[in-house]
């Protein structure tokens, strides 16, 4: 229940993400909304592990998942400008 509860999560993150972040250099269509929140909120629970504010067993939630997806937006949006 755990990664559909993720995906179901990184899906509304990745929708609010870019809602916060607009850009033409975005990935768009459902399937890359989601998994760019999905990719957001496990980076946000990896790195709130790392960082010690989440336990081992911890997964970030909405408002962590949505800072995630807005780092790995900027981030493909400078990758995707080189291009």
Do not use: C, D, H
């Amino acid at each position: 229940m755990g990664i559909i509860w993720t995906i179901i999560i990184g899906f509304v993150a990745g929708v609010i993400a870019k809602f916060i972040m607009p850009g033409k250099n975005e990935p768009s269509g459902f399937i890359l909304t989601t998994i760019l929140g999905i990719v957001g909120a496990f980076l946000a629970s990896y790195l709130g592990q790392w960082l010690g504010w989440y336990g081992p067993e911890e997964s970030a939630g909405l408002i962590g998942a949505v800072v995630g997806a807005i780092i790995v937006l900027a981030i493909w949006g400078m990758i995707a400008k080189r291009s």
